[in-house]
């Protein structure tokens, strides 16, 4: 069974980090784009970040741009948001999503694997 799976989700307070991973079950990560994906209350899906097959490119959504940053470990079969200077609006529930076929998407409609997410809240 192909899976993926988030975890390092939790609270922080504003202006802290957090560290995402996503990890998969079944299948390996190396030959697959990966994206990073938040859904807040009452808002749609909202694609936030993603990472190429080799880890050499990655694409950010301009509300993330030099807060969070994407890497992966193809070894580990493991992709990871490395969160900071989290904010408020930054809260929700974070997705990683994976497919063999894209090249550094945002859309989540061009994933074809999705993990259950993990719960991010930024409160004081």
């Known amino acids: 069974q192909l899976q993926l799976v988030e975890s390092g989700g939790g609270l922080v307070q504003p202006g802290g980090s957090l560290r995402l991973s996503c990890a998969a079950s079944?299948?390996?990560?190396?030959?697959?784009?990966i994206g990073w994906f938040r859904q807040a209350p009452g808002k749609e899906r909202e694609g936030i970040s993603s990472?190429?097959?080799?880890?050499?490119?990655?694409k950010y959504a301009d509300s993330v741009k030099g807060r969070f940053t994407i890497s992966r470990d193809n070894a580990k079969n493991t992709v990871y948001l490395q969160m900071s200077s989290l904010k408020p609006e930054d809260t929700g529930v974070y997705y990683c999503?994976?497919?063999?076929?894209?090249?550094?998407?945002?859309?989540?409609?061009?994933?074809?694997?999705w993990g259950q997410g993990t719960q991010v809240t930024v409160s004081s």
């Open positions: 990472i190429s097959e080799s880890g050499r490119s990655t």
């Open positions: 999503a994976g497919d063999p076929s894209i090249y550094l998407s945002l859309v989540a409609s061009m994933y074809d694997y």
């Open positions: 079944g299948f390996t990560l190396d030959g697959h784009t």
